[in-house]
């Protein structure tokens, strides 16, 4: 009693024009057609700013590079192959590597962590004085303490 199963391939939705971020594209777009135009304003206004309305417009169109890295990373398509493990499970052949560089790391820390919390670590502290302080005062020696980390 075998049952076959007929899947449909999955077809990727193919986004034409701009791509799937089309916000991003116009506010790109935008910004480049606002710095232009604040940007020839500057230089064929004959203002007595024109340098400002010149760094303006640069500037503006500047900004508008985040926009265009919006857009494009947001219209890169990675395959389904690669998503296979996108929840965060592990290879089988990339498991042994991680476990080793996990317990390294583990040993790293531990060892750096625990070299901080030794007791047995006596500092000595001494002050210096002025000399015209000190022997105006007294003339008796200051003690040195230890002092305990």
Same mark, same amino acid.
């Given at each position: 009693m075998a049952t076959s199963v007929h899947m449909e391939p999955v077809s990727e939705r193919r986004h034409g024009g #701009?791509?799937?971020c089309k916000c991003s594209f &116009? @506010? =790109? #777009? =935008? *910004? !480049?057609i606002l710095g232009v135009l604040i940007m020839m304003v500057g230089v064929f206004g004959g203002l007595v700013i *024109? !340098?400002?309305f010149i760094y303006a417009g640069a500037i503006i169109i500047f900004l508008s590079l985040i &926009? &265009?890295?919006f857009w494009y990373s947001g219209n890169i398509d990675v395959p389904s192959e690669e998503l296979?493990? !996108?929840?965060g499970l592990m290879k089988q052949r990339n498991r042994r590597l991680s476990r080793a560089v996990r317990k390294a790391s583990t040993r790293l820390s531990s060892g750096i962590r625990n070299s901080f919390r030794k007791n047995n670590a006596d500092v000595s502290l001494s002050v210096v004085y002025d000399n015209t302080v000190a022997s105006s005062s007294s003339s008796?020696? @200051?003690p040195r303490e230890a002092l305990s980390i």
């Open positions: #701009v791509g799937r &116009w @506010f =790109a #777009v =935008a *910004h !480049d *024109h !340098d400002l &926009w &265009w890295v296979q493990d !996108d929840v008796k020696e @200051f």
